[in-house]
């Protein structure tokens, strides 16, 4: 990893930017869809997804071991597989959105739970979940524990078991 990615890491932790996710909300009966036709009921809903908490990421991390861990490599399944994965695990991955998207002490309300149920189409719901998985970013996790034990940062190698091997030797050192 390179100086300048690493820093541009601590600077998007420090900063906690969020990311805006945009759903089409579905109208429910027809009183509904004429209110969002003279937009007095939103049409699109935002989501502001920040860097998730420790106690949220601790969630995720034991939800998401439900669910197959080729999950990220979306491109390279099957439709049947895709199928499957969502009929398997639908609860489950809604769970995780919903833990992302409210990123706060409580458990997610049935209110989010059934919006992101039936306001989410099977892509978004996926795109979001990958996303998730991959914002745990356990690689700057390991290299902030080696900052935090007075490891050179820089230095580290980007694969998260190297770091961990890394890591594991400072430690016996020490001892």
């Not at 601590?10 to 004429?34: C, I």
């Not at 861990?69 to 695990?89: A, F, G, P, Q, Y």
Request: avoid cysteine; glycine fraction near 2%; charged fraction near 25%.
């Amino acid at each position: 990893m390179e100086d300048k990615e690493v820093l541009k890491q601590v600077v998007d932790n420090l900063v906690d930017t969020p990311d805006v996710l945009t759903v089409s909300v579905k109208p429910r009966n027809r009183w509904q869809e004429l209110l969002m036709k003279y937009k007095l009921l939103p049409a699109k809903r935002e989501y502001k997804i920040y860097r998730l908490k420790v106690g949220n990421a601790y969630r995720v991390s034991k939800a998401v071991l439900e669910i197959p861990s080729d999950i990220v490599n979306l491109n390279e399944r099957s439709l049947k597989d895709m199928h499957t994965l969502l009929i398997n695990h639908i609860d489950t991955i809604i769970y995780v959105v919903a833990v992302a998207l409210q990123n706060s002490r409580e458990e997610p309300s049935k209110a989010l739970l059934n919006r992101i149920r039936w306001d989410f189409n099977d892509q978004e719901l996926l795109s979001v979940l990958v996303y998730v998985i991959q914002k745990l970013d356990l690689t700057t996790f390991t290299n902030s524990i080696a900052l935090a034990r007075g490891a050179d940062i820089l230095s580290l190698k980007a694969s998260p078991a190297e770091n961990a091997e890394i890591i594991a030797r400072s430690d016996l050192s020490e001892a």
